[in-house]
């Protein structure tokens, strides 16, 4: 295999200047024990200098104590330009989970950049049942966190803020692929088309969403809100989905 990176013009400047020296180092550091490389997520729709991560997915034929530590250096040098803790994968372990992570492969395989080595996402199928079923459990699931959560943070409004942030962040994706049993074709990777798709096909209050997306981005759409209220409101609708979800 030639020891090469591709594709990196398709990336933005910056995430070029970033992660060229990184992933050189990366392949040196694991040599024939790497297969690819790959870039995903946010940083290909809406890459923000000094604000957005870079996600990088590896796969090895192996991963042993030995091939993760001897990354642990120029990881700590990454962490320091957004370059998050990789994604370390084996071949094996793509093949054989796809049944139980079937909304993270694909949230990769529909918005990735190979920048280096066999293209390993490109051929994924992913089961519709197990789709559901994780969709499914990603909302039931973040129901019952919230309010644990609320308990613990609900004393303070920064800690609820945050908790909005957080949540609504990590029910993105399963949005996203809610999507995919109401309407035909690849899903927006846009978050605010994503929303308001979820607001004409499974009626809920894109407002409340939208909120705290402009809140994240740093608009302060709930900073004059009473916070309380404003959770209410929001669980009220994962409460809906809940419900949506059980019967898709």
């Known amino acids: 295999m030639k020891r090469e990176l591709t594709n990196i013009a398709q990336l933005p ?7 060229v020296p990184y992933c050189q180092k990366i392949i040196k550091l694991q040599e024939d024990n790497l297969k690819s490389i790959f870039i995903y997520g946010s940083t290909l729709q809406d890459f923000v200098v000094k604000k957005s991560n870079i996600n990088l997915g590896i796969i090895l034929d ?7 530590e001897k990354n642990l250096k120029i990881i700590a040098i990454g962490r320091q330009k957004k370059i998050v803790a990789p994604l370390f994968l084996t071949v ?5 989970s796809q049944d139980v992570f079937p909304i993270e492969f694909l949230e990769m395989k529909e918005n990735y950049v190979l920048i280096y080595g066999k293209d390993l996402l490109k051929n994924l199928s992913i089961n519709r049942e197990n ?3 994780q969709c499914e459990q990603q909302i039931k699931g973040k129901l019952i966190n919230i309010r644990q959560s609320y308990l613990e943070v609900g004393l303070k ?3 609820i803020e945050k908790l909005l942030h957080n949540s609504f962040s990590s029910l993105l994706p399963t949005f996203r692929n809610m999507l995919r049993f109401k309407k035909k074709g690849i899903p927006p990777l846009k978050k605010e088309e994503i929303v308001e798709e979820m607001g004409n096909l499974y009626k809920v209050n894109t407002a409340v969403f939208l909120a705290i997306l402009k809140d994240k981005q740093g ?7 009473d916070a309380h209220l404003f959770l209410e409101r929001y669980l009220k609708e994962i409460e809906k ?3 949506v979800v059980d019967r898709l």
């Not at 400047?13 to 992660?19: A, T």
């Not at 192996?62 to 993760?68: K, N, P």
């Not at 608009?219 to 809100?225: L, S, V």
Request: charged letters at 45%.
């Open 219 to 225: 608009d302060e759409k709930i900073g004059k809100m």
């Open 92 to 96: 094996e372990h793509m093949k054989t």
């Open 13 to 19: 400047l910056e995430v070029q200047k970033r992660i």
């Open 131 to 133: 789709l559901r079923l």
């Open 157 to 159: 409004k920064k800690g």
């Open 241 to 243: 989905l809940a419900v």
């Open 62 to 68: 192996r991963i042993e104590f030995s091939d993760l």
